[in-house]
């Protein structure tokens, strides 16, 4: 059997030319259409090649974190699911100025032990019992943690030219078995008020620049003073369905 490329992870697709070349799906977005097989220039991805791709699905490979601890092997095509969900998917350290990098279940003791002097504790209660909250728009970002379930929180404020986003995020694996929480978010200066209820923490590997595209309170120009956003945050455990 002559493969022309080498069949990455993930795959679930083979197509071949009619003279017996594969190629899987990832790399046959590169080639358009045409077999990059050696000294072979027809056609390729008219025609399946259901024999390769049984053999992909009862393959089993290690995970991508096993140098990180993870002892699985999964199928190919549980592989997207298990590696969301993986304990040892590597986190970054939510403290912009730290380079730290360590799977999930140790990114919270690592804060601890070095960062925990610029943080800011939460109720284990999950009942929405509010924290205040002080975050410098320029530093961007404020660290909230709590010790009985180990998670730690990251509340960011992205300056633009009408005003600075707020929003509230949890370091973690995006998988859905893991624990969901909601937030809601005030700010009251000089009697006006503006109040932000998300339906779920969104929950990220890395803490990033990114302005969100949902899940956020906007507060304008007009209501800022100085460079200090002083909120009430409060962080309430979803029930799993």
């Known amino acids: 059997m002559n493969t022309a490329l080498i069949v990455s992870r993930l795959v679930y697709y083979a197509f071949q030319c009619d003279d017996g070349h594969i190629v899987c799906n990832f790399c ?46 999964v199928s190919y095509e549980k592989v997207s699911s298990h590696e969301k969900e993986c304990n040892y998917s590597q986190c970054s350290c939510p403290n912009l100025e730290c380079n730290y990098t360590g799977s999930y279940n140790i990114i919270y003791g690592h804060f601890m032990r070095h960062h925990l002097y610029n943080s800011t504790i939460i109720s284990s209660k999950w009942g929405y019992s509010t924290v205040d909250v002080l975050i410098n728009i320029k530093e961007k970002v404020s660290v909230l943690w709590e010790s009985r379930q180990k998670l730690l929180f990251v ?19 995006p998988a859905s078995e893991f624990k969901k929480f909601s937030y809601r978010l005030s700010y009251s200066i000089d009697g006006h008020n503006v109040t932000y209820e998300s339906p779920e923490v969104k929950r990220l590997l890395e803490v990033n620049s990114q302005i969100p595209d949902d899940s ?14 002083e909120l009430k945050l409060g962080i309430k455990k979803l029930k799993q369905k």
């Open 28 to 73: 046959f977005a590169k080639v358009s259409n045409k077999c990059p097989g050696p000294g072979c220039d027809l056609p390729i991805g008219n025609k399946r090649c259901f024999a390769m791709e049984r053999v992909l699905e009862s393959a089993f490979v290690p995970c991508q974190n096993t140098e990180f601890g993870c002892t699985k092997s």
């Open 155 to 173: 509340v960011q404020c992205f300056k633009e030219r009408h005003g600075v986003y707020v929003t509230v995020r949890r370091i973690a694996p």
């Open 216 to 229: 956020f309170m906007f507060v304008p120009n007009c209501l800022l003073h100085g460079e200090m956003l």
